[in-house]
């Protein structure tokens, strides 16, 4: 009864935060113009990443945030464009629906924003467009091969996946008329205009993020790494910080210009070498060590991260202190899986409403 009691205080403390937190309520509420066959339900079925689930999502209603926001053209190379990179495959794809509909529920103009999805299974673009009839997006094959050779094991599979590595690529996969985008993992909700982050000066720098200076930097590499002057000298001179690729604004000319694709391959292939590990944790130590320290910092705001808990155990955690404008579940724990099992955390409750997820045989998910 003790822990129950502790557990039913943290949600109440969390749910007043979010009611009365000025961040969350940084613009007038979004308009639904809701669509007769809302109620319905899109069903995608037979063999998608593998599997030969199927999945069946409610339709997203079309938001009209504002009067002014123009129509969509539909032209990837528009200069008024808010351009954002989200990966889709089946594991992951309820988290990445979810990321999609908080940031067209709020966003003040949702007809602005571009959507860049990347797939191992081109086939997932037909249920994007079946939940979201009025998204404007483009889906980018990613071939696993590309990487596959270049992936060393980690503390959770998820971390090894092929797709995760595709962060790395966006430069090469997406137009080059796209000169700046927004990346976003699938494990999260956006709860503020993204046109805000959109809008950060990166100052010259190719990446911008959140920064952590006070987190332990030097756990991310090997005694190995440390051991080696040449390889330690990597960070002489750069103070570098901790930041979380989940959230990433990207210079994609720079990028381009600097060929910072093929320096993040490299640190994969020493990895990979015979001599042994530098890194853990899977993607994220290649771009600590190409960009740490020369990051554009960014509100902490805008990635809340760690909801997920730890990358062994899982863990519920609380919120940062401070404004939120994004609600990261990075870690092991993610809301879909916690809220399927009956074992959610308290912050899991901040994640559903976003959910558009409804099992295949239902007949009444629609009405809740």
């Given at each position: 009864?003790?822990?129950?009691?502790?557990?039913?205080?943290?949600?109440?403390?969390?749910?007043?935060?979010?009611?009365?937190?000025?961040?969350?309520?940084?613009?007038p509420?979004?308009?639904?113009?809701?669509?007769?066959?809302?109620?319905?339900?899109?069903?995608?079925?037979?063999?998608?990443?593998?599997g030969?689930r199927?999945?069946?999502?409610?339709?997203?209603?079309?938001?009209?945030?504002?009067?002014?926001?123009?129509?969509?053209?539909?032209?990837?190379?528009?200069?008024?464009?808010?351009?954002?990179?989200?990966?889709?495959?089946?594991?992951?794809?309820r988290?990445?629906?979810?990321?999609?509909?908080?940031?067209?529920?709020?966003?003040?103009?949702?007809?602005?924003?571009?959507?860049?999805?990347?797939?191992?299974?081109?086939?997932?673009?037909?249920?994007?467009?079946?939940?979201?009839?009025?998204?404007?997006?483009?889906?980018?094959?990613?071939?696993?091969?590309?990487?596959?050779?270049?992936?060393?094991?980690s503390?959770?599979?998820?971390?090894?996946?092929?797709?995760?590595?595709?962060?790395?690529?966006?430069?090469?996969?997406?137009?080059?008329?796209?000169?700046?985008?927004?990346?976003?993992?699938?494990?999260?909700?956006?709860?503020?205009?993204?046109a805000?982050?959109?809008r950060?000066?990166?100052?010259?720098?190719?990446?911008?993020a959140?920064?952590?200076?006070?987190?332990?930097?030097?756990?991310?590499?090997?005694?190995?790494?440390?051991?080696?002057?040449?390889?330690?000298?990597?960070?002489?001179?750069?103070?570098?910080?901790?930041?979380?690729?989940?959230?990433?604004?990207?210079?994609?000319?720079?990028?381009?210009?600097?060929?910072?694709?093929?320096?993040?391959?490299?640190?994969?292939?020493?990895?990979?070498?015979?001599?042994?590990?530098?890194?853990?944790?899977?993607?994220?130590?290649?771009?600590?060590?190409?960009?740490a320290?020369?990051?554009?910092?960014?509100?902490?705001?805008?990635?809340q991260?760690?909801?997920?808990?730890?990358?062994?155990?899982?863990?519920?955690?609380?919120?940062?202190?401070?404004?939120?404008?994004?609600?990261?579940?990075?870690?092991?724990?993610?809301?879909?899986?916690?809220?399927?099992?009956?074992?959610?955390?308290?912050?899991?409750?901040?994640?559903?409403?976003?959910?558009l997820?409804?099992?295949?045989?239902?007949?009444?998910?629609?009405?809740?």
């Open positions: 009864m003790l822990w129950a009691a502790r557990v039913s205080g943290f949600f109440s403390a969390a749910m007043v935060m979010v009611v009365l937190s000025p961040s969350l309520q940084s613009f509420p979004a308009e639904a113009i809701r669509s007769s066959q809302f109620d319905s339900h899109v069903r995608f079925p037979g063999q998608i990443a593998g030969a199927g999945l069946a999502f409610r339709r997203a209603p079309a938001f009209r945030n504002a009067a002014d926001c123009g129509n969509a053209t539909g032209n990837v190379c528009d200069p008024s464009l808010v351009h954002i990179a989200i990966t889709l495959d089946e594991e992951y794809l988290g990445s629906v979810a990321a999609v509909h908080s940031v067209v529920q709020h966003a003040t103009c949702p007809e602005s924003v571009f959507f860049h999805f990347l797939v191992s299974d081109p086939a997932l673009g037909d249920l994007v467009r079946a939940v979201f009839p009025q998204l404007q997006f483009k889906v980018y094959y990613f071939d696993p091969d590309r990487v596959r050779g270049l992936i060393s094991t503390v959770r599979q998820a971390l090894e996946q092929p797709l995760n590595y595709a962060r790395n690529y966006l430069a090469d996969l997406l137009e080059p008329c796209v000169r700046r985008v927004i990346y976003l993992d699938s494990d999260l909700v956006v709860v503020d205009d993204v805000k982050l959109w950060t000066d990166l100052g010259g720098r190719t990446v911008g959140p920064e952590y200076c006070h987190a332990n930097f030097t756990k991310y590499f090997t005694d190995r790494f440390w051991s080696d002057k040449q390889f330690a000298g990597t960070f002489a001179g750069r103070r570098p910080c901790y930041f979380n690729t989940g959230v990433m604004v990207l210079d994609l000319a720079r990028w381009r210009r600097t060929g910072y694709t093929r320096r993040i391959e490299r640190w994969m292939e020493i990895q990979k070498s015979p001599a042994g590990r530098i890194y853990e944790l899977g993607s994220l130590p290649p771009f600590l060590l190409v960009f320290g020369h990051v554009a910092p960014i509100e902490h705001r805008w990635n991260h760690g909801l997920g808990g730890d990358n062994v155990f899982g863990s519920c955690r609380d919120l940062h202190p401070g404004p939120v404008s994004l609600l990261h579940w990075s870690g092991s724990g993610k809301p879909w899986a916690r809220l399927g099992a009956g074992q959610s955390c308290p912050l899991d409750a901040l994640w559903a409403p976003f959910d997820y409804g099992p295949a045989d239902s007949t009444a998910e629609g009405s809740r």
